[in-house]
């Protein structure tokens, strides 16, 4: 008999063996099952602000699958989420034919919102082609995300979440990016003007040893120095020697991150096959 459980906040504390090193935050959800006392699975959830719930990661051992425990947790999580009042869940993860996620989300009654790669780039390559293209555009106040107050973190939160719900376009032009301590304080960078309102931001996540840009955004579409500024810091950041020997990828969902390296001419390399997938609760 599968039993399943909520741990939130300080009681995550109690299972950080079995949540991933670099996957770690206060402001996630453990759902986990158990039989006869032994656990079985685990499914990590981030609710966004935005009534939205993103699964992060979804564990179950080899000798537990196919047993009804990836299907419980995934319930377990519905009722969960129907509970907290979101409407919408969405699973993110790289496509392997070995372990078929999307048939088992597609039989739990999610959609597929959008199939894209996860990227490398030259990040030599890329500051030098980011520092001639910026060359003569007006200067914009970057500041690292460690040297950001939560406060004004929590603002860029606040004004993507109003945005989004004004934009025209829907989507997820305005997406919440998440509580703070999920990024890389180093290489992740917020914009400001300035009265000291922020502008925009680009934020990356440890990735396996490596980094991923996860996120970047500019609260005006218009203003194209911002977004570039953001990407000139964090690509000589990632050229200092904290970050040496490190590769940096992103993913293609965030369109604009793609179509700027197209711009650039910076031919990343394509190495992964990404799926996001949608349930409305």
């Known amino acids: 008999m599968t039993e399943t459980f909520f741990v939130i906040g300080k009681e995550l504390e109690k299972y950080r063996e079995v949540i991933p090193e670099d996957m770690f935050s206060t402001g996630l959800m453990l759902l986990g099952a158990k039989s006869d006392g032994v656990m079985t699975g685990i499914l990590l959830a981030e609710p966004t602000g935005l009534n939205d719930l993103v699964i992060r990661y979804v564990f179950v051992p080899e000798k537990y699958r196919r047993t009804g425990v990836g299907r419980a947790l995934a319930e ?135 980094y991923v840009l996860d996120y970047i955004c500019v609260l005006n579409t218009g203003l194209g120095e911002v977004m570039f500024d953001l990407l000139e810091a964090a690509s000589n950041r990632v050229l200092d020697e904290v970050t040496a020997g490190k590769k940096m990828f992103f993913h293609g969902v965030n369109r604009s991150v793609l179509n700027i390296a197209k711009k650039l001419e910076l031919r990343p390399k394509r190495v992964m096959e990404l799926v996001w997938m949608e349930k409305y609760i």
Do not use: C, H
């Open 76 to 210: 377990f999580l519905n009722e969960t989420s129907s509970a907290m009042g979101m409407d919408r869940i969405v699973a993110s993860f790289v496509r392997d034919e070995d372990d078929d996620l999307a048939g088992f989300f597609t039989s739990l009654g999610y959609e597929v919102m959008d199939e894209s790669g996860l990227y490398e780039l030259n990040m030599a390559d890329t500051a030098e082609k980011i520092a001639e293209f910026t060359e003569g555009m007006p200067d914009v106040r970057t500041v690292a995300l460690g040297e950001v107050s939560a406060g004004d973190y929590d603002k860029l939160r606040y004004i993507l979440a109003e945005k989004k719900k004004q934009s025209k376009r829907g989507g997820d032009l305005f997406m919440d990016p998440g509580p703070m301590e999920r990024f890389d304080p180093d290489i992740s960078f917020m914009a400001f003007d300035n009265k000291g309102e922020p502008t925009g931001a680009i934020l990356f996540k440890p990735l396996d040893g490596d």
